[in-house]
T-cell receptor, first 111, second 113 residues
Framework: AQSVAQPEDQVNVAEGNPLTVKCTYS??????LFWYVQYPNRGLQFLLKYITGDNLVKGSYGFEAEFNKSQTSFHLKKPSALVSDSALYFC?????????FGTGTRLQVFP | DGGITQSPKYLFRKEGQNVTLSCEQN?????MYWYRQDPGQGLRLIYY???????QKGDIAEGYSVSREKKESFPLTVTSAQKNPTAFYLC????????????FGSGTRLTVV
């Protein structure tokens, strides 16, 4: 069965430090992978996606994600965190007609 | 601008009342989805529709109903049978095939009073 796992409920990082939010997936064939961000009382906003090609994908707000096929991972990264990056982050995988979402990781960036 | 609009932003329901949440999109997307989100938690799929006049139950359909009379519109009714309706409701839309993700609305917060 297709699934997505976000092993950390919360990630804490100091402003200016690099951040990583982890995601692993389980799907047959080639996956289409996505990251979304949700600010309080808002809908989910698209950050980036991996379809094919370069394993390092660049997205909005300075975020990037690294696709690793051998480890079935798609970790979200940012070289220097901002307090305004504090939000809920969702990883998702698309197979055929629906997205399968992870449970979400809350990122807290401290000044 | 193309997008997906949910209304109202906040909604209050009395015990025993049915309420309807609106979701409209002008993206020409075939598929539409309703999710429920409880505080600090992930998304749970309520219903989805891939074509007009057809829809399927998601993981937590009990106490909810939907209709899809127009491609652009996918309203969700929270019935009195839903015993714990207080939550944040998100609507989304997408194309049916290909490699795109979903476009989400800004959500409706429903509170039972």
């Amino acid at each position: 069965a297709q699934s997505v796992a976000q092993p950390e409920d919360q990630v804490n990082v100091a402003e200016g430090n690099p951040l990583t939010v982890k995601c692993t997936y389980s799907v047959s064939g080639n996956p289409y992978l996505f990251w979304y961000v949700q600010y309080p009382n808002r809908g989910l906003q698209f950050l980036l996606k991996y379809i094919t090609g370069d394993n390092l994908v660049k997205g909005s707000y300075g975020f990037e994600a690294e696709f690793n096929k051998s480890q079935t991972s798609f970790h979200l990264k940012k070289p220097s965190a901002l307090v305004s990056d504090s939000a809920l982050y969702f990883c998702a995988v698309r197979k055929t007609d629906k997205l399968i979402f992870g449970t979400g990781t809350r990122l807290q960036v401290f000044p | 601008d193309g997008g997906i609009t949910q209304s109202p932003k906040y909604l209050f329901r009395k015990e025993g009342q049915n309420v309807t949440l609106s979701c409209e999109q002008n993206l020409n997307h075939d598929a539409m989805y309703w999710y429920r989100q409880d505080p600090g938690q992930g998304l749970r799929l309520i219903y989805y529709s891939q074509i007009v006049n057809d829809f399927q139950k998601g993981d937590i359909a009990e106490g909810y109903s939907v209709s899809r009379e127009k491609k652009e519109s996918f309203p969700l009714t929270v019935t009195s049978a839903q015993k714990n309706p207080t939550a944040f409701y998100l609507c989304a839309s997408s194309i049916l095939t290909g490699n795109d993700g979903y476009t989400f609305g800004s959500g409706t917060r429903l509170t039972v009073v």
